[in-house]
Nanobody, 124 residues
Framework: VQLVESGGGLVQPGGSLRLTCVATGFTLDYYAIGWFRQAPRKAREGVSCISTGGSTDYWDSVKGRFTISRDNAKNTVYLHMDSLKPEDTAVYYC???????????????????WGQGTLVTVSS
């Protein structure tokens, strides 16, 4: 069972990135998927979540800029990030919850599996 994130990198303020989370060893169809991020010297925080039914939720700081989506046929979840700001700089993690819902979007204990993270740096 594994989640693998990719798509991070260096981007200028105002730019865009798309992060990808691929699951191996299990089927994402039955899991809610959340994205978290952790900036240096800060706690890990929930960013977005998508339920098994496709309902989405976003942290206030990213609403209108980030979009989460899933492609169950590819066992993949995406996080499209627009209008990036320096304060978005962090390691981004995806996580899978067998509960299937996003009620615990910002609760690390809500999730069963975690990826290793991908670094996003927003800087000029």
């Amino acid at each position: 069972v594994q989640l693998v994130e990719s798509g991070g990198g260096l981007v200028q303020p105002g730019g865009s990135l798309r992060l990808t989370c691929v699951a191996t060893g299990f089927t994402l169809d039955y899991y809610a998927i959340g994205w978290f991020r952790q900036a240096p010297r800060k706690a890990r925080e929930g960013v977005s979540c998508i339920s098994t039914g496709g309902s989405t939720d976003y942290w206030d700081s990213v609403k209108g800029r980030f979009t989460i989506s899933r492609d169950n046929a590819k066992n993949t979840v995406y996080l499209h990030m627009d209008s990036l700001k320096p304060e978005d700089t962090a390691v981004y993690y995806c996580a899978a919850s067998s509960r299937g819902l996003c009620d615990g979007m910002n609760d690390r204990d809500w999730y069963n599996y975690w990826g290793q993270g991908t670094l996003v740096t927003v800087s000029s």
